[in-house]
């Protein structure tokens, strides 16, 4: 009995394969480009096999050049220091360099004595004759006034 039952079962199995095989679509490549493409659902389909050969791919990159990131890491990290020490030696060189001279600074009230002075001697330059200068430089000395 148990062979008639293989039978039945072998002869359902083909059945069944042959019904799928006539409802199947032929199959389907991926459109080269996304425009060709005008079902949505066939669309996310090649989006989710484009995602997954991209991570496949990907994968096997970082597992054969996992060894070369920690190197590059570590090649970055020496640039790193290097270019940190550099840094530090051209701001010391700096500070020897600089040369700081301290001066004496006006205040406001030389300041505006100087403003007053220069505009004076503009004016007297301006406007008044050369015998009057001559005069009051005599009259300054004899006063004893150096400004």
């Keep these: 009995m148990a062979r008639n039952e293989e039978k039945a079962q072998s002869m359902l ?14 199959v389907q490549r991926r459109p080269y480009l996304a425009s060709e493409c005008r079902d949505l659902a066939d669309a996310d389909k ?3 096999q484009i995602m997954r050969e991209i991570s496949r791919k990907v994968r096997r990159e970082a597992r054969r050049g996992a060894a070369e990131v920690v190197s590059v890491g570590a090649a970055k990290e020496v640039l790193f220091e290097e270019e940190e020490r550099k840094e530090r030696e051209r701001e010391e060189e700096e500070k ?3 040369f700081v001279v301290h001066v004496p600074l006006p205040d406001e009230k030389e300041i505006e004595k100087m403003v007053l002075l220069k505009k004076k001697m503009e004016l007297l330059r301006e406007y008044a004759s050369e015998d009057l200068v001559q005069q009051e430089k005599e009259a300054k000395a004899m006063l004893n006034i150096h400004r």
């Design 13 to 26: 199995n083909r059945f069944v394969t042959m019904k799928e095989s006539e409802n199947k679509k032929p």
């Design 46 to 48: 090649w989006r989710h």
């Design 96 to 98: 020897e360099r600089e």
